[in-house]
């Protein structure tokens, strides 16, 4: 699936590591542009999950409506190619308003499938997945796993050997198609003429980002986030495994299943390391991806400055 070039074109976008400033200077922009803000976040679409992902405050969505949050219980799971759907629904919507859709988040793999589309793949085979599925009941969803090893690596490392749907579904691709499921996701860059043309990301100096991250961490925990962290594991039904994978959550859930048995000083900092190696992981699919204009900012600037400098930017 591909949203139209037509509606891409309408489209802004600001992506960003994680603690780099973007949904601060989101807010702004959006007062510029007449913008509604589309959450391009893999995370923050699960309720509940709200302080450990940064979520959007009442007052940030008072002051400028935002979609795509909290679409989904922690227990589901969601494709890219669904949240590409929802997505391009969001646009006609807003645009057929007269306002302008802005998708704002840090998820390299949903900002790459909505510049540039996704694979949705052939009908499901019943078949092969009864088959599959008495299998994983005989020899254990590893065993499904390590098959999906074998056949395609890149979407084995990706997905969680319990995630049997995703699992099953890769495997069924492969089967039906002859090609692996991670080749068939690597869609190339759009014509020049069908890309959008604001399409910006965020880059702040390294030690500024890694202190900011430093800083959100330990005032997430100063929020109260190890008390939700406690009542999402014992939410029933229980987290699904992409929710439970969340950044942070899955250190925290690791620390409960071992009985606490560090302080949780230890876990804060394991945390802190984390999320700064995934600050890295996220600017390598910035870099990495044609369409993505980097700005780069000092740290110090207000968001308001920041905004209102995209905005000269994009009048060229």
């Known amino acids: 699936m591909r949203l139209p070039p037509l509606l891409l074109q309408q489209c802004w976008f600001l ?3 994680t603690a780099g400033g973007k949904s601060a200077v989101a807010l702004e922009l959006a007062q510029l542009l007449g913008a509604e803000i589309l959450a391009l976040d893999s995370m ?12 959007p405050t009442i007052a940030d969505r008072a002051s400028v409506p935002h979609h795509l949050l909290d679409i989904l219980d922690p227990d589901q799971e969601f494709s890219v190619a669904e949240y590409l759907h929802v997505a391009r629904d969001c ?47 005989r020899s254990g969803p590893d065993s499904l796993h390590a098959e999906l090893a074998r056949i395609d690596a890149p979407s084995a490392a990706r997905l969680h050997p319990n995630d049997l749907r995703r699992v099953i579904r890769a495997l069924e691709v492969h089967h039906l198609t002859g090609r692996t499921l991670s080749e068939q996701h690597e869609q190339g860059p759009r014509p020049p003429g069908e890309r959008p043309q604001h399409v910006y990301w965020l880059s702040p100096p390294r030690e500024v980002l890694y202190q900011r991250i430093d800083q959100r961490v330990n ?3 100063a929020a109260g986030w190890l ?84 905005r000269d930017i994009a009048a060229g």
Do not use: H
Not at 227 to 251: D, F, H, I, M, S
Not at 285 to 308: K, M, Q, T, Y
């Open 91 to 137: 646009c006609e919507d807003i645009l057929g308003r007269g306002r302008v859709p802005l998708f704002v988040g840090g998820t390299g793999l949903y900002l790459r499938s909505v510049l540039r589309g996704v694979f949705e793949g052939p009908p499901a085979d019943a078949e092969f997945r009864r088959q599959k599925e008495d299998q994983a009941l």
């Open 44 to 55: 923050t679409l699960y309720r509940g999950l709200d302080l450990g992902t940064a979520k």
């Open 219 to 221: 005032a997430m925990f």
């Open 227 to 310: 008390a939700e962290a406690e009542q999402l594991a014992k939410r029933e039904p229980p987290l699904g495994p992409t929710a439970r994978k969340a950044l942070g959550y899955q250190e925290l859930f690791d620390w409960f299943d071992r009985g606490r048995l560090e302080p949780l000083s230890t876990v804060i900092e394991t945390i802190q390391t984390r999320t700064r190696q995934f600050s890295k992981r996220q600017l390598t699919w910035f870099r990495n991806l044609e369409e993505c204009r980097s700005v780069e900012i000092r740290g110090d600037e207000s968001p308001a400055a920041i905004a209102a400098r995209l």
């Open 15 to 17: 992506a960003g590591p």
